[in-house]
C-alpha cells in the first residue's frame, strides 16, 4: 500500500466517522438542499463537513428511523452535474 493511499483511506475513514457522529446525533437537524430544492428534489437533505457537501435522506421503515447517504462530493463540485452522472450511471 503506497503512502498516497494510505492517506486517502485515512482521510475517508475520518469524514465517514464525522458524518455517522453529525447524523446519528440529529438526523432531522441539517436542511434540505437549496440547490436540489431549485431542481425540484426535495428529499434530500445536505451536510456540510470537512469541506465535502454529503447529500441523504431520513426514512421511517417500520418505526425505526433509516439514514441513507447518496451522494457526497466535494464543496467545489456541482450537484447537477453529478446527478446527471449519476442518472447516466444506472443500469436501466
Known amino acids: ?3 498516497g493511499f494510505s492517506l486517502a483511506a485515512q482521510r475517508i ?7 455517522q457522529d453529525k447524523l446519528l446525533s440529529t438526523p432531522l437537524g441539517y436542511p434540505v438542499s437549496p440547490q436540489l430544492s431549485e ?3 426535495l428529499h434530500y437533505r445536505e451536510l456540510n463537513a470537512d469541506g465535502y457537501r454529503i447529500f441523504y435522506e431520513v426514512m421511517d421503515a417500520d418505526g425505526v428511523t433509516v439514514i441513507v447517504v447518496v451522494l457526497v ?3 467545489k463540485q456541482s450537484v447537477e452535474q453529478a446527478l446527471i ?3 447516466l ?3 436501466i
Open 73 to 75: 462530493i466535494s464543496g
Open 13 to 19: 475513514n475520518t469524514l465517514i466517522d464525522v458524518i
Open 39 to 41: 431542481l425540484g428534489v
Open 1 to 3: 500500500m503506497t503512502q
Open 85 to 87: 452522472r449519476y442518472c
Open 89 to 91: 450511471l444506472q443500469p
